[in-house]
């Protein structure tokens, strides 16, 4: 099964500052690439998601996210980031199975 | 559209005794449904997923089983719980195998 490492356990940030959180896996091969968020006190839901195509993915709120093929990389990034984006972010591999890393807590200041 | 609910939200079980959480998805048909647990710091573990009913696959050896007895309910159990089984309980859904996942509200289980 695959190791998925998430780079940072825990980011602080000020409002309109950029985010990028890193995520590496280990092995390569077919894998689908998620990110997903859990804000506050709900469900854990879908970013964004890379099946295949063009590896630099947009998913919701105005994330987006790179692949790498040859650096197994899987990075999250936002330009400017709102209050709102205070939540845990994982990322999750899926080669026969959903492998998840271990999260980024994402705390935005006002 | 699809929901998943699960329950209990919270469940505080003494050691030795049995366990069982319920998941239960609406709106679709034929899912693929995982059980996961979430540890502190650890990122999701998977512990089951089922293609259909009374197909279970266990990803890792543990005092905990799981059931699928109809199409859209998908049960966990323990005839014994341990104090390591405490965490939090995830259940989730896809409509493919490798597709996105949608996940429920868990269950925090507090073994004492």
């Known amino acids: 099964a695959q190791s998925v490492s998430q780079h940072n356990h825990h980011v602080i940030l000020s409002e309109a500052a950029s985010l990028e959180l890193g995520c590496n896996y280990s092995?390569?091969?077919?894998?689908?690439l998620f990110w997903y968020v859990q804000y506050p006190g709900q469900h854990l839901q879908l970013l964004l998601k890379y099946f295949s195509g063009d590896p630099l993915v947009k998913g919701i709120k105005g994330f987006e996210a790179e692949f790498i093929k040859s650096k197994f990389s899987f990075n999250l990034r936002k330009p400017s980031v709102q209050w709102s984006d205070t939540a845990e972010y994982f990322c999750?591999?899926?080669?026969?199975?959903?492998?998840f890393g271990a999260g980024t807590t994402v705390t935005v200041r006002a | 559209s699809q929901t998943i609910h699960q329950w209990p939200a919270t469940l505080v079980q003494p050691v030795g005794s049995p366990l069982s959480l319920e998941c239960t998805v609406e709106g679709t048909s034929n899912p693929n449904l995982y059980w996961y647990r979430q540890a502190a710091g650890r990122g999701l573990q998977l512990l089951f997923y089922s293609v259909g009913i009374g197909q279970i696959s266990s990803e890792v050896p543990q005092n905990l089983s799981a059931s699928r007895p109809q199409d859209r309910q998908f049960i966990l159990s323990s005839k014994k719980l341990l104090l390591s089984d405490s965490g939090f309980y995830l259940c989730?859904?896809?409509?493919?195998?490798?597709?996105?996942?949608?996940f429920g509200p868990g269950t925090r289980l507090t073994v004492t």
């Open positions: 989730a859904w896809s409509v493919l195998p490798g597709g996105e996942q949608y």
């Open positions: 999750a591999v899926h080669d026969y199975k959903l492998s």
């Open positions: 092995y390569g091969g077919t894998v689908n």
